[in-house]
């Protein structure tokens, strides 16, 4: 069942170059630069980036706020305090380096204290209820029924890409503005469709005008992960889930929500790590997109290889992940789990990614039904050190692996 929405979800979305080339993002966020970026921190992650094997590089939320970021949203101009010589020095380092530049922005909400709120806006650009202004988590709500919201949004988006070569965008939404709207419509739940109605062909203008750029639908992590935005959006945020033991579980469960090149999943080794660690971080993305993150540069050189090896063994799979059906040996996962499973069929091949969290069992039989009475061989593709003994039974069709410590994964290919 699953396969086949897989299938359908491919087929009511926006034909895009994205999700037939599955590029490798690097954003600069979690476990990493925290929303507090500046053109000194940036230059060596991007060195570290490029030399991994990203393929665009995003510069995540604070780029434009002088003091605490959250508040100031709105007007998408860089802090000269953060980046003294502008963004665009960043930006052309980063297409230096052989990548494409990205940027964060929460284009739907305006801040309180943003610069625009009482210059140029009145009450007809916001959600208004009771005669007042809508806000939450001290953002307003715009409202898109408006023409001068639209041709401020795309102001934003055609500077950023037109002045700063900008080639991705990671579009968050952090508040919830509540039931809608009560200007010019019958009732706030009218205004918030309209609103929503508006937002979409917004989005739908601006990949008219900018075909190639990448919009990553976020929303604290994987809040509004629907098919209204991601038949047009590329590429989806998962989680802000900042544990990487935690994350095989969302990240082997994504696929039920959306196509797995459309799910991006953060893979962000930690600095006091071993390389357990690492392969277990990398292997949470490597069936979906990889969201790579984390202080590349301050990790010793055998994990740092690990990080740019597991790039090049997904840059060979991508092409399969793109076609390929979602199955679950074990079934979904529950975070209690000892182990988890996530497995990618396409025609004659299939990968299984394999997690052992805790639990005293070091072994694990995947039953796998497709492969029962056919001539299979099953091979460990990540990480290459690995000894780990794996074996199949035709009769069955399980895999079987053994997992000698908690906190271990590996990836497999399968073809028969």
């Known amino acids: 069942a699953m396969g086949e929405l897989t299938k359908y979800r491919r087929k009511i979305r926006r034909r895009n170059k994205d999700n037939q080339r599955l590029a490798v993002i690097f954003n600069d966020y979690m476990n990493c630069l925290w929303g507090d970026p500046t053109a000194e921190k940036e230059f060596p992650l991007v060195d570290a980036a490029a030399e991994a094997g990203c393929e665009y590089f995003c510069i995540d939320a604070g780029w434009y706020a002088d003091g605490f970021w959250w508040d100031e949203v709105g007007e998408w101009k860089e802090s000269r305090k953060r980046f003294p010589n502008g963004v665009k020095e960043v930006a052309d380092y980063i297409r230096k380096k052989g990548m494409i530049p990205g940027l964060w922005l929460e284009i739907e909400v305006m801040g309180i204290k943003c610069p625009l709120v009482d210059s140029v806006c009145d009450d007809s650009w916001f959600f208004t209820r009771h005669g007042k202004r809508v806000y939450d988590r001290s953002r307003y709500q715009l409202d898109f029924r408006n023409p001068k919201v639209r041709a401020h949004a795309d102001e934003v988006i055609d500077r950023l890409v037109s002045e700063y070569g900008i080639g991705y965008i990671k ?10 709207t009560e200007q010019n419509c019958d009732s706030v ?52 889930q900042d544990d990487y033991k935690k994350y095989c579980t969302i990240a082997a469960n994504s696929p039920t929500a959306l196509c797995p090149e459309q799910s991006a999943i953060w893979a962000y080794p930690i600095t006091s790590g071993d390389r357990e660690e690492v392969v277990f971080n990398m292997i949470n993305a490597m069936l979906l997109r990889i969201h790579q993150s984390g202080h590349l540069g301050n990790i010793d050189p055998e994990r740092k290889a690990l990080v740019k090896e597991a790039i090049s063994v997904y840059k060979k799979i991508r092409a399969d992940i793109k076609e390929a059906v979602p199955f679950w040996s074990l079934g979904l996962s529950k975070f209690s789990d000892d182990w988890v499973s996530l497995g990618l069929r396409n025609g004659n ?40 003994p794996v074996e199949f039974s035709k009769t069955t069709g399980n895999v079987s692996v053994k997992f000698d410590r908690p906190y271990m994964a590996r990836l497999f290919e399968i073809e028969w």
């Not at 579009?171 to 809608?180: A, L, R, S, T, V």
């Not at 508006?198 to 929303?219: K, Q, T």
Request: charged share 25%; proline share 4%.
């Open 171 to 180: 579009m968050d939404y952090n508040i919830e503005p509540g039931i809608g």
């Open 189 to 240: 739940g009218e205004g918030l469709w309209g609103h929503e109605k508006a937002y979409l062909e917004w989005l739908d203008g601006v990949f008219a005008r900018h075909p190639d750029l990448i919009i990553e639908n976020c929303s604290s992590g994987g809040l509004r992960m629907d098919y209204a935005m991601l038949s047009r959006y590329s590429i989806q945020s998962t989680s802000d």
């Open 349 to 388: 091949k299939a990968y299984l990614a394999v997690w052992r969290r805790e639990g005293k069992s070091d072994t694990c039989a995947l039953p796998i039904d497709f492969l029962k009475g056919v001539d299979a061989r099953v091979k460990c593709i990540y990480p290459d050190f690995s000894v780990t």
